[in-house]
């Protein structure tokens, strides 16, 4: 069955689709369309169109799912020709999200109505695309290149109101009226001749919007290809050039763009992180905890950060400390992030309010009695984290899900102490705990389904994206830190610099190399504090005080800006080490950097698979790209292997030596993929 059906209302023939969950523009329902509008065209007894959704939204854009298949036609460009071609009105009457394909096709009708609430955009340029059916020439057409170089090169969807007030909205309807005020609207206009079309418009140049656009968003799109190609397409519909020229070079664009790596990549990521949110065994209607009230044991930099997820949900949170100044600093630094905010115009001042007022610090732990949850956040310390959940056991009330936050502990262990282990999970956030998309969720040998499930539903409440991890050292993210911190240590024995490592890893796309985060991180972490003990060289720098960032120094020097230089003493601490160590120094190239550092990663990462330790290779993409800053544009490490051949990975890491896993040798001999 056809996912649209019209309907006759009078003169007006309301055009319908159907296609849950988002109405995306798959191939039944743009033959459903095409054939609407021709039906509503050739019928004398229709003077005027509308089109609308059913469901949650407009529709959501091209379906993603046909990218890379046969098109079926018509496709999406003749679709809106078609539209924009009809001889009789078309409204297009939008609520929800009209987004990429969606929104060009509301910009192919001759007029649109949208419910205050909706919000219209092209997001292609998050997939690594530009809008390819006329989005990138009707856009400046109707509300010149400025606003069309936001929409298009950054993707992020404006309000009804912004667009009605740009032009690409012309009436906005009631709330709850859409479909009759959209009738009313297609009668009002019936009879208007010529029909207001977009491609006929002229856009007006304005080479100093281009030029501070790109200024502005240079360093967020270092890498990508997509936003370049969405400037250059709005270039062109304003330099002079024919519409069905501009057509031609967005298409061309399009093309190419659709072909790559990136889109690929961003395509990928799309779909991994909603699969993320999957559980393996679990029934999707499993019945979920209530979660009313958050406790969160401990006000330092993650305690508070944790607490702020839930607040800016309007979830309460109680915050337990064991003094008082550290309770007051940790609140105090909560009132100043959320002030931050709303000094930025993120948050009205009430907003602040209403999240402080929502927040109760107290030393006492009994006052976790009454919570839903409670996530332990201190510091890494088998011991303290067994004698939390000791306390925990006997006063948290039955049912209540006893989380913790540590990234590399053992969770049955601490789970062991309680009397209900089946209550017990991981909740590891990524510092900072209120910025950083990622949580990873570590399931416990005994961890119960709806407690994971609870957690699962909870992390999209508090906007993470959240990842099942099972329990061995380091989860899934920390676990393949390692291998990489292991080979760039190895490396500076060999005769790599700090920098040139780092380099190699800026160049990537990382936001940052190994030893950049080290510093950022602090040297001083997981150091034993004996000064005379020095086995390594961190250990060599931590005993200097060359703690990283917050001394000024660590295998950098850093400026009061925080700028590093490369640092000579730590050449010299390098120099002895390999001395020491009676160490060849040789030249390393950037190619052995990317085999030992990086490829190392890929390999810890099947072996996770081949432990179950995550669900699925796309699972372990999710978490580079939100927890560590992956480039999406790469697709996550084993999206990225996958791109470079595994026969090459496995090739890359044999010729130096490395155990290769098991999974990874088998799918390279096999010509497989991860993802
Ligand atoms: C385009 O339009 C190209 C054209 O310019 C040119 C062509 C020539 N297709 O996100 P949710 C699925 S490119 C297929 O959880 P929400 C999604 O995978 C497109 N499937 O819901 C999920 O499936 P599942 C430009 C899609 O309420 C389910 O729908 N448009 C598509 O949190 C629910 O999604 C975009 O980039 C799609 N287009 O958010 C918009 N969209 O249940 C992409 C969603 O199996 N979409 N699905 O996991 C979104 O941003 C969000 O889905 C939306 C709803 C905001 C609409």
Not at 115 to 126: C, Y
Not at 463 to 492: S, T
Request: with cysteine; aromatic share 6%; glycine share 10%.
């Amino acid at each position: 069955m056809s996912p649209i059906r019209t309907e006759r209302h009078g003169d007006v023939l309301v055009i319908i689709s159907d296609n849950p969950p988002v109405n995306a523009l798959g191939a039944a329902v743009r033959q459903g369309l095409d054939s609407a509008i021709r039906d509503g065209d050739a019928d004398a007894e229709v003077a005027a169109m509308v089109i609308r959704c059913d469901g949650r939204t407009f529709f959501a854009g091209a379906d993603i799912t046909e990218f890379g298949k046969p098109m079926q036609e018509p496709g999406l460009p003749t679709l809106v020709d078609r539209i924009e071609a009809s001889s009789k009105p078309v409204v297009a009457a939008i609520h929800g999200t009209a987004l990429g394909g969606g929104c060009e096709v509301a910009l192919s009708c001759h007029y649109r109505i949208a419910v205050p609430s909706a919000k219209v955009g092209t997001p292609e340029v998050k997939l690594g695309l530009l809008p390819g059916a006329g989005g990138t020439q009707r856009i400046p057409r109707i509300a010149g290149v400025k606003l069309a170089l936001e929409m298009t090169a950054k993707g992020d969807p404006i309000s009804a109101k912004r667009a009605a007030d740009a032009g690409l909205i012309d009436r906005i309807a009631g709330e709850d009226s859409l479909e009759a005020d959209a009738i009313a609207f297609a009668r009002e206009v019936a009879a208007v001749r010529p029909l207001p079309r977009a491609s006929e418009k002229t856009a007006t140049a304005d080479p100093d919007a281009v030029a501070a656009f790109k200024k502005e968003n240079g360093r967020r799109f270092h890498g990508f290809d997509a936003p370049n190609a969405n400037i250059a397409c709005v270039e062109k519909a304003a330099d002079g050039s024919s519409y069905a020229d501009g057509i031609a070079f967005e298409q061309r664009e399009f093309m190419r763009l659709m072909m790559g790596v990136q889109s690929a990549a961003q395509r990928h990521i799309f779909f991994a992180e909603r699969q993320a949110s999957k559980i393996d065994g679990i029934a999707a209607d499993t019945a979920l905890r209530p979660v009313k009230r958050v406790g969160v044991i401990g006000a330092g930099t993650m305690g508070g950060g944790i607490s702020m997820n839930f607040l800016s949900a309007g979830i309460p949170v109680t915050i337990v400390e064991m003094a008082q100044d550290a309770l007051d600093r940790g609140t105090g630094v909560i009132r100043k992030n959320y002030e931050a905010s709303a000094a930025k115009g993120r948050l009205k001042p009430e907003q602040v309010e209403a999240a402080m007022g929502a927040l109760t610090p107290t030393l006492d732990f009994d006052a976790l009695a009454d919570c839903d949850l409670v996530i332990e956040a201190v510091y890494e310390e088998m011991s303290v984290k067994k004698d939390i959940f000791t306390r925990l056991d006997s006063i948290c009330k039955p049912g209540a899900i006893l989380a913790s936050n540590t990234s590399y502990l053992n969770v049955d262990e601490i789970a062991a102490v309680t009397s209900r282990p089946q209550d017990v999970v991981g909740m590891h956030f990524f510092s900072p705990a209120n910025v950083m998309k990622l949580l990873e969720v570590v399931r416990g040998a005994k961890t119960a389904d709806d407690v994971l499930a609870t957690v699962m539903a909870l992390a999209k409440t508090i906007r993470k994206v959240a990842v099942v991890a099972g329990v061995c050292d380091g989860f899934i993210g920390n676990r393949m830190l390692m291998p990489r911190q292991v080979e760039a240590m190895k490396l500076l024995m060999e005769g790599a610099t700090p920098e040139q490592i780092d380099r190699v890893h800026v160049a990537f796309g990382m936001p940052m190399g190994p030893f950049q985060m080290s510093d950022l991180a602090g040297v001083d972490i997981g150091w034993h504090r004996d000064p005379n003990r020095i086995e390594s060289i961190r250990d060599a720098l931590a005993a200097e005080g060359r703690w990283g960032q917050k001394t000024k120094a660590g295998f950098y020097d850093y400026d009061d800006k925080r700028t590093p230089t490369p640092s000579p003493r730590v050449a010299e601490i390098i120099e002895s080490f390999r001395a020491k160590a009676g160490s060849t120094v040789r030249e390393i190239s950037d190619e052995e950097i990317v085999e030992k550092t990086l490829y190392t990663m890929v390999n810890e990462g099947a072996l996770i698979l081949e432990e179950g330790m995550a669900q699925r290779a796309s699972d372990i993409d999710v978490v580079w790209i939100y927890g560590y800053g992956w480039p999406v544009y790469r697709g996550g490490p084993m999206f990225w292997a996958d791109t470079e051949g595994l026969a090459k990975v496995v090739a890359g890491l044999e010729k130096h030596g490395f155990a290769v896993a098991t999974s990874l040798k088998d799918k390279a001999a096999a010509g497989g993929r991860f993802n």
